[in-house]
């Protein structure tokens, strides 16, 4: 079974320009998850999907940040404008089912320059 | 929301000896904790979880323990391997929700 696939692996850009991440999560796993991790800390939710519905974006930046879950499956998460202090590393993770306990899996993670 | 803590931030230990790690939560609510390994460049990998309604699980070197009163959980890794270091997170659910929060790690060091 594939594990959780993202891409780009890595990106280096310049702040103001956009970027975007890609996620696919494992078959048949409702819940995804975006994450960003700074350096040398935890992992922090950005936004956590439902099948397709974004349950938890409460630590997501608006201004700048977005992103998608269409369909239910494949994930999108942008940022427009980046920033300099947007350079981490973008994880995403997924999990079986709502309502149970549940072992999330997560990607290789997207790390992030702004320059 | 959850607070969890984690303690210390780096832990250097010699090979064969024991290394401790310990973890607080704030959300009674909290039932399900999971311990994350994440090596240098690598994903965060899922090495032992516990469920509230145990106080202590193990797996081979690995053993967690929980202090629901208190509300603080620890990984203990014994006869510890060079290969054991890495950075490792605690976490906290509310497992009907799905919604983790992250300690802020722990880098082990084991010296051979």
């Known amino acids: 079974e594939a594990g959780v696939v993202q891409s780009p692996r890595y990106k280096i850009i310049e702040k103001k320009q956009p970027v975007a991440f890609w996620c696919n999560p494992i078959?048949?796993?409702?819940?995804l998850y975006w994450y960003r991790q700074n350096l040398g800390q935890g992992p922090e939710l950005l936004i956590r999907y439902e099948n397709e519905e974004a349950v938890d974006d409460s630590q997501l930046p608006k201004d700048r940040f977005s992103a998608e879950r269409l369909k239910g499956v494949d994930s999108t998460l942008k940022i427009q404008p980046a920033e300099l202090g947007d350079s981490a590393v973008y994880l995403c993770?997924?999990?079986?089912?709502?309502?149970?306990?549940?072992?999330?899996?997560f990607g290789p993670g997207t790390r992030l320059t702004v320059l | 929301g959850e607070n969890v803590e984690q303690h210390p931030s780096t832990l250097s230990v010699q090979e064969g000896d024991s290394a401790v790690i310990k973890c607080t939560y704030s959300d009674s609510a909290s039932n399900y904790f999971p311990w994350y390994k994440q090596e240098l460049g690598k994903r965060p990998q899922l090495i032992i979880d516990?469920?509230?309604?145990?106080g202590e699980k193990k797996d081979q070197r690995i053993a967690v323990t929980l202090n629901k009163t208190a509300k603080h959980f620890s990984l203990h890794i014994t006869e510890t391997q060079p290969e054991d270091s890495a950075v490792y997170f605690c976490?906290?659910?509310?497992?009907?929700?799905?919604?983790?929060?992250f300690g802020s790690g722990t880098k082990l060091n084991v010296k051979p």
């Open positions: 078959s048949g796993h409702n819940t």
């Open positions: 993770a997924s999990s079986p089912l709502w309502g149970s306990y549940n072992e999330q899996f």
């Open positions: 976490a906290a659910s509310i497992g009907n929700f799905n919604k983790f929060y």
């Open positions: 516990i469920r509230s309604n145990v």
